[in-house]
């Protein structure tokens, strides 16, 4: 594993959920990115990350090759990925990313 993927790899999995995108949480760079944001935050996520890939070219095209996933935001939950803006956006009209981001009792 080369070192950008095991970067890549340690964000994943030490943070229960990630999101790989364009700008920050507080100011996103991309309207999907803002979308995916949006969509977290209606969810009541509290512990969410976020990689600003704009600021690491090597991140921006090695979360492409983790995934095997063309485009980004990318959300991971629990180690595990969720997918882009569009299926984000399904799962949470379809209240499955509720319930996977509900807290754990």
Do not use: H
Request: net charge negative; charged share 20%; with cysteine.
């Amino acid at each position: 594993m080369s070192d950008v993927q095991q970067q890549i790899d340690d964000l994943v999995k030490s943070n229960r959920v990630m999101l790989f995108m364009k700008g920050t949480a507080q100011f996103p760079q991309c309207g999907f990115s803002g979308r995916a944001i949006q969509v977290l935050k209606a969810c009541g996520v509290q512990d969410l990350k976020t990689f600003n890939v704009l600021e690491n070219e090597a991140v921006r095209q090695g979360i492409k090759d983790y995934a095997q996933w063309p485009t980004i935001p990318q959300l991971y939950v629990n180690g595990e990925f969720v997918g882009g803006s569009d299926i984000v956006m399904e799962m949470y009209q379809s209240g499955e990313l509720q319930q996977m981001l509900a807290p754990k009792a």
